[in-house]
């Protein structure tokens, strides 16, 4: 310093993650479309390979997307008993060492994703590494959401018709 103090050396190791991680399936495929009305949850899993930095626990660094619509995640411990209407994420504990560490995710999309959406919708996740690096989106499926009810029709008989005998409704 100014007057001639001097203080000891010190060093420090210091990481430089600039690698992404990658959303990679696990036991369903990522091309796989689910059929839904709206009334039942849906749940993906897969792995997040990430070997330099590691994955943030917080639910807010992961990105969930149905079709445009972002979805808020909440972080829970298991999906069992879960209520069918949360957005939740249980993030595992890593699997591997070094470069093949994985983590596995599961995701439970609730039914209150589905309100005001219909037709086919690409389900996409993109999440952040604790050194700021994010994934591409990657889609882990997609939801054909039909929640027009059934209108039943017929020909045969003709309406009002009187008949007298067991008749084929066509």
Not at 104 to 124: D, H, K, R
Request: proline share 5%.
């Amino acid at each position: 310093d100014a007057v001639g103090n001097t203080s000891e050396k010190k060093s420090y190791t210091v990481q430089i993650d600039q690698t992404a991680p990658v959303v990679q399936k696990k036991s369903k495929n990522f091309d796989s479309t689910y059929l839904t009305n709206g009334n039942k949850a849906q749940k993906f899993d897969f792995y997040i390979n990430e070997g330099n930095s590691g994955i943030p626990a917080d639910a807010k660094e992961y990105t969930l997307k149905l079709g445009s619509s972002a979805v808020a995640l909440t972080k829970v411990n298991t999906l069992a008993d879960a209520a069918a209407t949360g957005n939740l994420i249980v993030i595992g504990n890593a699997e591997g060492t070094g470069a093949d560490t994985k983590y596995p995710i599961e995701i439970q999309l609730g039914t209150s994703a589905f309100t005001n959406l219909s037709g086919s919708q690409p389900v996409t996740i993109t999440v952040k590494d604790n050194a700021g690096n994010s994934s591409n989106a990657t889609i882990i499926g997609t939801m054909d959401i039909d929640s027009t009810p059934p209108v039943p029709s017929f020909t045969s008989p003709s309406a009002n018709s009187n008949v007298n005998k067991e008749v084929e409704i066509k």
